[in-house]
């Protein structure tokens, strides 16, 4: 079998996003994992459950955890710079647009989070999202998609699923 290459966004960011949410509760057979502590983008961090209430930032994060079937773990989505995927539409539509762009801190606390994924480090910046360690603070968990570290020596170019 010839080894097959896959955007590392994509593989390391649904890997991790699939393994956090395998506790769902719709998924009661499943050993519970927990808790899981990670390090990513040079950010560490312990969950110590499933998320069961998450904001994604961007199309790409929300696409994968829709792939991912998490939609009912969701409070709202932001930054969809593109039209859906026609197999995620109606998975979509059930979940609140937070924003057209990246919400405001406010704006994403409001909805009590408690995991905001994101495929770009920006969604933390200070006047959206807020920076992850204040974030943690306040018990809200953060995953920031693996290619778009804000460190570029963090950032894998290429991984195989083999790897995963």
């Given at each position: 079998?010839?080894?097959?290459?896959?955007?590392?966004?994509?593989?390391?960011?649904?890997?991790?996003?699939?393994?956090?949410?395998?506790?769902s509760?719709?998924?009661?057979s499943?050993?519970?994992?927990f808790?899981?502590?990670?390090?990513?983008?040079?950010?560490?961090?312990?969950f110590?459950?499933?998320?069961?209430?998450?904001?994604?930032?961007?199309q790409?994060?929300?696409e994968?955890?829709?792939?991912?079937g998490?939609?009912?773990?969701?409070?709202?989505?932001a930054?969809?710079?593109d039209?859906?995927?026609p197999?995620?539409?109606?998975?979509y539509?059930?979940?609140?647009?937070?924003s057209?762009?990246y919400p405001s801190?406010?704006?994403?606390?409001?909805?009590?989070?408690?995991?905001?994924?994101a495929?770009?480090?920006?969604?933390f910046?200070?006047e959206?999202?807020?920076?992850?360690?204040?974030?943690?603070?306040?018990?809200?968990?953060?995953?920031?998609?693996?290619?778009?570290?804000?460190n570029?020596?963090?950032?894998?170019?290429?991984v195989?699923?083999?790897?995963?």
């Amino acid at each position: 079998l010839g080894q097959t290459k896959l955007p590392a966004m994509m593989v390391l960011s649904s890997a991790l996003v699939s393994a956090l949410f395998l506790a769902s509760p719709g998924l009661s057979s499943v050993e519970q994992p927990f808790p899981v502590t990670l390090t990513n983008c040079g950010f560490e961090a312990t969950f110590e459950s499933s998320p069961a209430q998450a904001v994604t930032m961007n199309q790409a994060a929300t696409e994968i955890m829709l792939a991912l079937g998490l939609e009912g773990s969701m409070r709202g989505t932001a930054y969809l710079d593109d039209t859906i995927l026609p197999k995620f539409k109606d998975a979509y539509e059930s979940i609140p647009v937070l924003s057209d762009t990246y919400p405001s801190h406010e704006e994403l606390l409001a909805v009590d989070p408690d995991f905001i994924y994101a495929s770009y480090s920006s969604a933390f910046k200070e006047e959206y999202a807020g920076p992850r360690d204040e974030l943690a603070e306040l018990g809200i968990g953060s995953y920031v998609s693996p290619s778009a570290c804000e460190n570029r020596t963090l950032r894998p170019s290429v991984v195989t699923i083999e790897d995963v």
